[in-house]
T-cell receptor, first 114, second 115 residues
């Protein structure tokens, strides 16, 4: 079975642009969470989606948005990119909403804003 | 708010030896879960071990074990018989029971296993 897949792997954008990152969860997993990992730091929680609804949100500005599709894949959108948005964006999936057994992560999208 | 602190930015160990990574956390919650994740250069976060706060018994997974001290809010990871493939960043993480997928991570410890 395929793990959590994220695309693209790497991305370079200019300040002020918009970006869309994509995540496909493990087959059968209905929950997707997004994390931002700035260089030298641990990941920070951005969103969780379960059954196509936002179920949790971290302390990120409204420039960050996401959605989940009927097939449970997800998109993370960031508008008006800032240099500080440069980071590794990780997607994690789990079968249900409150998975206390840990999440399965993808390998991330490395976003560089210039 | 919960916080997770990893006080060792970098550590190294000789192959086949034992190493312990430290983690402390701060919370007023009583029901929660603690995790250790490994992030090799491939960038994928891999779950190493998980501990339920209401269980006193320390979790063990093959060469990996934890020392969970709930009163002291300490959660250290012991790696026995270290292997070259254990070289990675290790992150300690906290999750409140019933939270909406919100894992709170520490800043990580970079572990190098030397031949």
């Amino acid at each position: 079975d395929a793990g959590v897949t994220q695309s693209p792997t790497h991305l370079i954008k200019t300040r002020g642009q918009h970006v869309t990152l994509r995540c496909s969860p493990i087959s059968g997993h209905k929950s997707v969470s997004w994390y931002q990992q700035v260089l030298g730091q641990g990941p920070q929680f951005i969103f969780q989606y379960y059954e196509k609804e936002e179920r949790g949100r971290g302390n990120f500005p409204d420039r960050f948005s996401a959605r989940q599709f009927p097939n449970y894949s997800s998109e993370l959108n960031v508008n008006a990119l800032l240099l500080g948005d440069s980071a590794l964006y990780l997607c994690a999936s789990s079968f249900n909403q409150a998975n206390n057994y840990g999440y399965t992560f993808g390998s991330g999208t490395r976003l560089t804003v210039v | 708010a919960q916080t997770v602190t990893q006080s060792q930015p970098e550590m190294s160990v000789q192959e086949a030896e034992t190493v312990t990574l430290s983690c402390t956390y701060d919370t007023s919650e009583n029901n929660y879960y603690l995790f250790w994740y490994k992030q090799p250069p491939s960038r994928q976060m891999i779950l190493v071990i998980r501990q339920e706060a209401y269980k006193q018994q320390n979790a063990t997974e093959n060469r990996f074990s934890v020392n969970f001290q709930k009163a002291a809010k300490s959660f250290s990871l012991k790696i026995s018989d270290s292997q070259l493939g254990d070289t990675a960043m290790y992150f300690c993480a906290f999750m409140k029971r019933g939270s909406q997928g919100n894992l709170i991570f520490g800043k990580g410890t970079k572990l190098s296993v030397k031949p």
